[in-house]
């Protein structure tokens, strides 16, 4: 049974079902409008655009975006600030050293991009949080959000380059949740297993390398009889660097609170 038989048996009443995504941290929260691509940048700042990034740059057309600067909570809600026609669109609190929104080029609003936008009491690291789960989103990947619950691996994945990506599974229980063994792809075989402190108890990991690629999936409990399953691919010659950003996303990952 393959991966995509896993995600569409293991979640079959749940496949049409709206899908939900916010991204929450730094004191905000925002509900980018899918499908987007969502990057979290080296010094922290989130940047929304569209799916295919790729392909609007290459259209000639000014592509909108917006930046989402980490500062300190705000303690009031982020509104809209511009000094003149033509300027640079933020949203802000009007604190220094908070966090913003900062619009690109020709934007007049955020709702373009975002469905919604609101200050929390207070948030930390930057997490990606769905209707179903939650986990801290590590520097450096980007994400790919469709929203689509029935595609091949999911309404969302996330990626460092083309060759290093993650995707998560589930939940899934009972026969559902698969053996080790039937993860091997070919030409791989099984090189290590391990565990890692999770939310609700240890996250079980098993590494597969093969071919210059490398593999490595997550059991993530999220109670007493369901798992979600997060699988790592990687050059070989990345896998400690990317095995690494599985790890934390695989210790945070739990139940949406």
Known sequence: MGLTDLFRRGRAS??????????TGHGVSVTPHLPATIAHLADGTILVGPLDMVAARASGELVKTIAINAGTPPSGPLERRAMSEGSIVTYSSAERGTTQLVLSVGMHGHDELLASVSVLPAAAAWRIVTDHHELVWPAGLTLRATGNRG??????????SSTEIVNIYGPLGGEHIPAPE???AVGQQRIDAG???????????????????????YYVPLDQTAIMLVRVRTATALAAQTFALGDQIAQTLRLRS
């Open 14 to 23: 749940e496949t049409t079902a709206p899908f939900e995504l916010a991204i």
């Open 182 to 184: 039937d993860l091997n």
């Open 151 to 160: 595609a091949e691996h999911g309404p969302y994945e996330l990626s460092a």
């Open 195 to 217: 565990s890692l402190p999770g939310v609700v108890k240890p996250v079980k990991h098993y590494t597969f390398e093969g071919d210059a690629t490398a593999q490595r999936y």
